[in-house]
């Protein structure tokens, strides 16, 4: 067996950034940045005002009460087109460009107006409610850094930088594939023994949510001639994700099927828990993770696996997004395998508390859904107290 971290390392190290394709802003939420983006225009383009009130010259209105000629107004898309002259004003709004000339705005509270005469009573100071030309940011400014995954902050924040489309990576085509001869769809008749296929549905919602899409191959017989079709049917994938078949047994046909098919193994099972008899290698050049039968063994196996695959491909962050906790209960000393203890994820006093489940079957789904984070427990760890302090994986976005 090896370690958690090598299968990572060597898993990551069997993936490249896929080429990039141009969408259009409206799309690109979700999608990874293959450019750094750049802003097409300075953000505001003009000094504008941050206030409804009257822009001025500070000279004008040193001592209060102030009185001078209202002369136009300058709304949000609208600017006063003349030059603000001494002893002058313009009515301004929100958003609305500052005239030439003036340099401060009073707010409107802190003004009266009578026909075209405005009294303020309060001191205008140079640079007051007034928003400079490129106080965002300016144009040729970076504004999202290649690899990011974009957000609907980043996606406004590209919108108003003028970028009608951004260059991103394409999404990962992964390939996957359930065996089993028990396996049946949700709703379909199932035979005697049978259980419903319920982690391909799981593996799906994550291989979208991390940022790739899904080609959905079905269920695969416990037969050498069905298991060997995989490789047919996948040929136009990035990655080949299998589910079951991977454990020691007479049943365990992917190393059997796909051998002949140009399948080289890279590794075969990883000193963890849940999740040990996990395959990883060579399907005719695309790499192909055999991921275990049981529910949770496979989530698990997904999280740290099959999520750095794929943000390898999108040239992002393969780090896990580890939190560091205190432990609510006292957990015994571990044994030789890496651990990941399903547990709630509580927050006392703003400081996050994982609490571990009494039952850590690997086939429980309630306590996997149920779940708010993994601990994680390295190989021989000690034992620890209550608010002792652990790594975990956070489960709440997933």
Known sequence: MISVEDAERRVIAAFSPLESEIVAIGSASGRVLAEDARARMTQPPASVSSMDGYAVRAADAVEPPSQLRLVGSSPAGRPFEGFLSPGEAVRIFTGGVVPHGADAVVI????????ERVTLKAAARPGRHIRAAGYDFHAGDIL?????????????????????????????????????????RPGAPRQAGGIVASSGYAIAALIDRFGGETIDLGIFADTVESVSAIADRARDADLVVTMGGASVGDHDLILKALGPKGFELDFWKIAM?????????????????????????TFV????????????MLGADTNQPLLDARLAQP?????????????ALLWRDGEPWVDPFTHQDSAMQSALAAAGALILRPPHAPALDAGSRVRALPLTDL
Do not use: H, W
């Open 301 to 312: 196996c997904a999280l740290l696996f099959l999520r750095p695959a794929i943000a390898a």
């Open 331 to 343: 957990l015994g000393a571990n044994d030789a395998r890496q651990d990941y203890l399903r547990a």
């Open 273 to 297: 828990r849940p999740g040990k008899p996990l395959i990883f290698g060579r399907l005719g050049g695309v790499p192909l993770l055999g991921l275990p039968g049981n529910p949770v063994s």
């Open 108 to 115: 409107q509270e802190d003004a009266d107006l009578e026909g």
């Open 144 to 184: 999202v850094r290649a690899g990011k995954r974009l957000g609907a902050r980043d996606v406004a924040l590209l919108a108003a930088g003028d970028l009608p489309s951004v260059k991103v990576r394409r999404r990962p085509r992964v390939a996957l594939a359930a065996t089993g001869d028990e396996l049946s």
